[in-house]
């Protein structure tokens, strides 16, 4: 069974950094295209970056130049750097592999 975990998230001041983590079990984690999602309140949930098992990126426009995906096949973990985080950045981030996705960890940016 699949299961993802993230952690990292917590309460920051406009213009600082955070940087979550993922750990995936259950799954060929180097062989799985990885990403991750967030929701804001009373909003969709939208893509904001994902990374293929070779490593290739691909990022949302409101976060190109600030956020950073990386992944780390020896932990089986995913990681998301952000920086220069704003308040519209607020919002549950999640980790996501195809149709498996973990809970949520939670980033408040307060301005």
């Known amino acids: 069974q699949v299961q993802l975990v993230e952690s990292g998230g917590g309460l920051v001041q406009a213009g600082g950094s955070l940087r979550l983590s993922c750990v995936a079990s259950?799954?060929?984690?180097?062989?799985?295209?990885m990403a991750w999602y967030r929701q804001a309140p009373g909003k969709q949930r939208e893509l904001v970056a994902r990374?293929?098992?070779?490593?290739?990126?691909d990022y949302a426009d409101f976060v190109k130049g600030r956020f950073t995906i990386s992944r780390d096949n020896a932990k089986n973990t995913v990681y998301l750097q952000m920086s220069s985080l704003k308040p519209e950045d607020t919002a549950v981030y999640y980790c996501?592999?195809?149709?498996?996705w973990g809970k949520g960890t939670l980033v408040t940016v307060s301005s």
């Open positions: 259950g799954m060929a984690f180097s062989s799985n295209a």
């Open positions: 996501n592999r195809l149709w498996n």
């Open positions: 990374i293929t098992s070779s490593g290739s990126t």
